[in-house]
């Protein structure tokens, strides 16, 4: 019998000026900022770790829970459960990547809700994106 392995991922997307914020990897991919919840951590704990790691940002006020969605990978060994939050930036800010050397980070983008298309998303990430472009603002 196969172990079955849980991991629990919180992500993020900025909005700032109309703009959504994602990163590429070196690979193409387009991906989300945040990451893995690690021991007893609460998803936004995870959250405020990761943008630390990651971003040097500091998460100072609540995001707005956006989405929460399941994966089950086809062997049934993987059950993903992803949490997604938006954030309204008062302005566009230049973030640089502070993760760890060796990390396959490209570059921090800024895009137009009609450019996500053009982006190297998988399915959920684009989805979760259109949804972040179509949210009301706070």
Do not use: C
Not at 26 to 44: A, I, R, T, Y
Not at 66 to 74: E, G, P, S
């Amino acid at each position: 019998m196969n172990q079955l392995s849980i991991n629990v991922n919180v992500k993020i997307i900025f909005r700032a000026g109309g703009k959504l914020l994602f990163f590429r990897l070196k690979d193409g991919s387009s991906q989300l900022p945040g990451g893995h919840m690690e021991g007893e951590e609460q998803p936004l704990d995870t959250l405020r770790r990761e943008l630390k790691e990651e971003m040097n940002y500091t998460l100072d006020r609540e995001p707005t829970l956006l989405n929460v969605w399941t994966y089950v990978d086809k062997s049934k060994n993987i059950h993903r459960l992803t949490i997604a939050y938006v954030l309204d930036l008062p302005a566009q800010q230049d973030f640089s990547w502070t993760g760890h050397d060796g990390e396959e980070f490209d570059s921090f983008m800024w895009i137009r809700p009609e450019e996500i298309d053009q982006q190297n998303f998988n399915p959920r990430y684009r989805e979760v994106m259109e949804q972040a472009a179509r949210a009301q603002r706070k």
